[in-house]
């Protein structure tokens, strides 16, 4: 949704100045409150079989969320109706397709919440019912364009992730074929390449343009096993085997035998006892695919450091390069497959690293960075399984 619409549908409910302001003024009324509000919504959860099983986090994530809502029902009241308060609500309904939370449960949630805040409306301005009622209303406005919203990011996500997932299947089985029509004569072409050295060696040939040109032919056979390799990888799509490990030895691994041309330089910076629960093997095509994005944007040479940190809930790795950074109108296309900007790029690997992360339950997202480009993975913890 954009502001535009946003807009519309505020004039449908009629939501005006004077809502803005009278729940403004509730606002610190309402606030000593927001904490029954709040235990409530989740009391009621845990309550509830089908609701309960969405919360995989145990208490820390119970904790959490409730200092979500409390935030929430802030910016609910705060009486600023605009683009930030847009961006921000909007986020919830992407957040719920990612936990997986089934969409009538937001509009019993949203019940619990209409209930407690006009019962609180009641109460605290018992001694002026006309402002109460127009509180009362204007709280009804509010939640109903909550849950537009809400719903509306939600089918927007959910839509795009099953849009990406059935593209990526489709290109999965064409690569999976291809790929495997490829590597038989590639092979045959580096067999014929090994004997035809061995030959000319024998036969005493030095013409250095004769081994320019084998070269050349090799190196070409090499590039085109490199895209059939990622072509077999988008076509695997297994599910994680994940297990505790230290992020630092999977990355240098990975960085090892990643063969990086001297112009790149990626470096390491985050505690090395730092552990992460994932596949290694699928988190380490995951860096390569964002480390190899970072190189060919920067012909020329560019420098990656890739830092992490243990956040509530998970952990948070950030692959950061001071290459020239993705211009704004190419930001939403990124992470499609076979969207590529560049003569080289299959424009496959953001794709295959987004189906990575989300089989992990997690997100990799591009944030935005005064310079450069900065991809962020994050990986939720075991418990949030
Ligand atoms: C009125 C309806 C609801 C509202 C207003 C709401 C609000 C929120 C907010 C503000 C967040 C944080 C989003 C962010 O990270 O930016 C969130 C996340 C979440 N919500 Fe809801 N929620 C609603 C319904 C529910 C229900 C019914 C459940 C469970 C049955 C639920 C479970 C969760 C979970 C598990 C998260 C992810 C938290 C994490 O691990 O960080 N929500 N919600």
């Not at 067999?191 to 005493?204: H, I």
Request: a negative charge.
């Amino acid at each position: 949704m954009n502001l535009d619409s946003f807009r519309s549908i505020c004039d449908y409910v009629e939501l005006d100045e004077r809502n803005a302001a009278v729940v403004a003024e509730f606002r610190p009324l309402a606030e000593p409150h927001f904490e029954s509000v709040v235990d409530d919504f989740y009391a009621t959860i845990e309550a509830h079989a089908e609701a309960r099983l969405v919360i995989t986090g145990g208490r820390e994530q119970v904790e959490r969320l409730k200092g979500s809502l409390t935030d929430w029902l802030g910016s609910l009241l705060s009486g600023r109706y605009d683009q930030e308060y847009l961006d921000r609500h909007a986020r919830i309904g992407r957040v719920h397709v990612r936990i997986g939370l089934p969409q009538h449960l937001m509009f019993t949630a949203m019940c619990r919440v209409r209930v407690h805040l006009t019962r609180i409306a009641a109460l605290v301005l018992a001694h002026d019912p006309a402002l109460q009622d127009e509180v009362t209303i204007t709280v009804h406005k509010l939640l109903d364009l909550e849950l537009a919203i809400m719903l509306d990011s939600y089918r927007e996500d959910l839509s795009e992730r099953q849009r990406a997932h059935e593209r990526l299947a489709t290109i999965g089985e064409l690569a999976a074929s291809v790929g495997h029509e490829l590597r038989n004569p590639l092979g045959t072409m580096e067999s014929s390449l090994y004997l035809m050295e061995r030959l000319f060696d024998k036969l005493g040939v030095t013409d250095a343009q004769v081994h320019k040109h084998l070269q050349k032919v090799a190196r070409q056979v090499e590039q085109c096993n490199g895209t059939i390799t990622r072509l077999l990888d988008l076509a695997r799509d297994r599910p994680p085997r994940r297990e505790q490990v230290r992020l630092g030895e999977v990355l240098r691994e990975t960085i090892a035998r990643m063969d990086l041309p001297p112009t790149m330089g990626v470096s390491l910076d985050f505690d090395d006892r730092l552990q992460v629960w994932m596949d290694p093997a699928q988190i380490g095509l995951v860096m390569v695919n964002l480390i190899r994005n970072a190189g060919e944007a920067s012909p020329g040479g560019v420098s990656v450091v890739i830092q992490a940190t243990a956040e509530p809930g998970g952990v948070a790795i950030f692959v950061r390069d001071d290459g020239p950074g993705v211009p704004e109108q190419v930001r939403p296309h990124v992470f499609r497959a076979l969207f590529t900007t560049r003569s080289q790029g299959t424009g496959l690997g953001l794709a295959l690293a987004t189906r990575i992360v989300e089989a992990h339950s997690g997100e990799l997202t591009l944030e935005r960075s005064a310079a450069g480009t900065v991809f962020r993975v994050w990986l939720p913890a075991p418990e949030h399984d």
